[in-house]
């Protein structure tokens, strides 16, 4: 058994079953592996960085960890971004890197590059295998490293890949439990909220599945707390039978508004919130001065236990939650924009669907409007680079082939992972893609008037790097080209038509919709 057998082997092993990939030459002896290795689904992307943002959707719906497979230094920078979102989200990734023989490194050949110090910022853990001996005890190593919310990065070297390795695969790998909150936190957590004065319970983490919401919002009707989630939800068991929990607004003053007058701040598997850029003139804090912040759980904590440790510290057991009924908005008619196309997607989304949201400033409407839709798990960028969602849609497909992926995309993220679509098509995955099609960056629209540059106000020139028309992207064209079904909405009648036909099809469909852009007022 070579290096590279043992390494996947191991992998299986350790119940990390799905390859999300992207080879070079140095990785021939991996490829030529998985004819030999039984129990591992490998899964081609044309880009890194559709291999590295499936990684990430896949193990949020999966809850554990995939592995992904890119070529040397460059091939796994052109993944960082999706990387960033996924460490910042608490995601779980085992990424192998394949490097040159380690005989071969000191003559800097043209692909030569010190991987350690462009992984290292993206990963938790960062280690080059050094012998075939001992590529299956690293693999384990990074499995176990990963764990449940961490970025685990292996080099393999060409020469440990094709070298004999006698020690054969680790069996398994124990993954330790999360962390339980002490007695003694639960009980200060406990006073606070039994204090009187104006409490919010903040709450983040990888995953927010229905029990929690219904524990935090009893906690809140107990207690009287406030309760918020972040601003960017990981993963989040959303719709009719769960509690209503607002999330943190994204813009600052928002923020602002909704953390006035909290004296006291319980984090649990969330980070005290700040403003996600420096505006002129604006404090980048978003909790009042005043504000004492109790940081009760991180994300190595076991979040639903300290949440039903603490709705027993207050007595909120028996307490009411706030329970979302089936409402959804009136169906609208003619134009299509902003709200109509959310009202249509309100009213027709399927039960148990997964939402990878990655709308931008075309979907301010989505997550509000489905708070009481069907039951459905909506996950978000949380390291804010966009081009998140088609890849993650293909790995959230991957984990949960038996049930309906609707990716919402802005055009111009799209754009950063449009070699996603062909993953779709040729894989087959159940997932219903709606282009927000506004023909601008209009988010950054938003931005540069936040801001305050030129008065908030773009010249022609400014402008004209905020508009992605002329030439006008033709989605359809694109999706086609890359083999999946894909049509184009003006009209609210258009698509309400076609969205429906898109669900109703088993496999990859993309419908386009063509939306004007926001306006945003300089205040």
Known sequence: MNGAESLLKTLANCDVDVCFINPGT???HFVAALDEVDGIRCVLGLFEGVVAGAADGYARMARKPAATLTHLGPGFANSLAHVHNAKRGNIPM?????????????????????IHSIASPVSHWVYSSESP????????????????????????PTDVSWGDNPNGPVESVEIPPLSKVSESD?????????????????????????DMGITLSKIAKATGARICTETFTVRME???????????????????????????LILVGAKAPVAFFAYPGMSSVLTPE????????????????????????????EAEANIATRAVPAMPSGDLNTRTWTEVFANRMPENTIVV??????????????????PHDWTMLTGGVIGYGLAASVGAAVACPDRKVVCLQSDGGAMYSIQALWTMARENLDVTVIILNNQKYNVLEAEFALTGARGGKPSPKAASV????????????????????????????????????????????LVEAMIPAREFKVK
Do not use: W
């Not at 979040?303 to 603490?310: E, P, S, V, W």
């Open 466 to 509: 905020l508009d992605i028309g002329s030439p006008n992207m033709n989605f359809v064209d694109m999706a086609t080209g890359m083999g999946v079904k894909a049509t184009r909405a003006t009209t609210v009648e258009e698509f309400d038509e076609q969205l429906q036909a898109a669900l109703d099809t088993q496999g990859p469909c």
């Open 290 to 317: 005043d504000c004492e912040v109790l940081n009760l759980a991180t994300v190595d904590h076991d979040t639903k236990t300290c949440l039903n440790d603490l709705m027993l510290a207050v007595n909120a057991q």
């Open 186 to 210: 639960i009980t200060k957590a406990a006073e606070l909220l039994a204090h009187g004065d104006e409490t919010m319970v903040l709450l983040g983490g990888p995953y927010i599945d229905t």
């Open 26 to 28: 140095s990785e021939m």
């Open 357 to 374: 949201d990655d709308s931008s400033a075309s979907g301010a409407f989505a997550f509000p409007l489905t708070q009481s839709a069907a």
């Open 133 to 156: 001996e001992a590529i299956a005890k690293d693999t384990a190593k990074a499995v176990q490293e990963a764990g449940h919310n961490k970025i685990a990065t292996l080099m393999l």
């Open 238 to 264: 959303r719709g009719e039978g769960t509690a209503k929990i607002d999330r943190m607004p994204y813009r600052a003053e928002n923020a602002v508004q909704v953390m006035s007058g909290v004296k006291h």
């Open 94 to 114: 085992v990424n192998i890197i394949g490097q040159h023989a380690t005989y071969h490194l000191e003559l800097d050949a043209p692909l030569t590059t010190d």
